[in-house]
């Protein structure tokens, strides 16, 4: 069993280097900004788990009535909120919170949102079954799932073999290893009926279905 204590702390170590990284792939992450961007309303109540630097929050909340960003990390909620200050067009004023919480913590009532969204978050949970169960005691019904996470079941087996050996050395977090389909499944065995599978990468195997899914 993971030592789930462990986890703020090495994001928090990492945050400063985290920001300072530039996105590997642009264009991939573009199209997701944009795909996003078309399921949003500006009438829509947002959460974000797993926000990390609040970069894609700061995209996406002028599109959005409220946005609850949220992370496990008080070093990376910092740097969001360094970000939100800074934000020349102050855009967010008034519509984007950062909030400092684990997935698992997360406490609102049910149905409190329109839409719910992870990106590279959802490996990161305790558990698979967790937290599309969550995500969908959080929405309306007719609500909106937008996740885009690594699947590592589906990628080259050796990262599974050096996860663990990284991890020792403080050089990985924890993280849950499930592939596309599995993901799919935990996800529709929540209550949920997907709408979209895509894959935005502009270079290589894209092993990280961005998943759009409506709470039925
Ligand atoms: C790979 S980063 C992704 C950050 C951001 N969403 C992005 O796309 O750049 C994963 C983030 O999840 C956060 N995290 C890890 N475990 C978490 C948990 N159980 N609940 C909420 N956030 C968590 C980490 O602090 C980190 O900021």
């Known amino acids: ?4 204590q462990d986890d703020s702390r ?13 996105i590997a792939d642009e264009a991939g992450y573009e199209r997701t900004i944009l795909r996003c961007q078309e399921y949003l309303t500006v009438t829509d109540k947002a959460l974000e788990f797993g926000c990390g630097t609040g970069t894609t929050a700061l995209r996406l909340a002028p599109f959005l009535s409220s946005l609850i960003a949220s992370d496990i990390s008080g070093e990376m909620i910092a740097i969001a909120q360094e970000k939100q200050a800074r934000d020349a067009q102050a855009t967010t004023t008034g519509t984007l919170t950062f909030v400092k919480s684990s997935f698992e913590c997360l406490s609102y009532p049910d149905e409190s949102f329109d839409v719910v969204m992870g990106f590279s978050a959802v490996h990161m949970l305790h558990n698979l079954e967790g937290g599309p169960a969550k995500v969908h005691r959080f929405l309306k019904p007719g609500g909106l799932f937008i996740s885009k996470t690594p699947c590592l079941g589906d990628m080259n087996p050796l990262i599974l073999v050096a996860l663990p050996i990284m991890k020792l050395f403080g050089k990985a977090p924890n993280v849950l290893t499930f592939t596309s389909r599995q993901l ?3 996800i529709t065995a ?4 997907i709408i979209e599978v895509a894959h935005h990468a502009s270079k290589g195997k894209d092993t990280r279905p961005f998943i759009v899914a409506r709470r039925l």
Request: aromatic share 16%; proline share 0%.
């Open 1 to 4: 069993m993971a030592n789930r």
């Open 10 to 22: 090495f994001w928090d170590r990492i945050a400063r280097k985290y920001a300072a990284d530039k």
């Open 184 to 186: 799919q499944s935990a």
């Open 190 to 193: 929540s209550g949920f009926e």
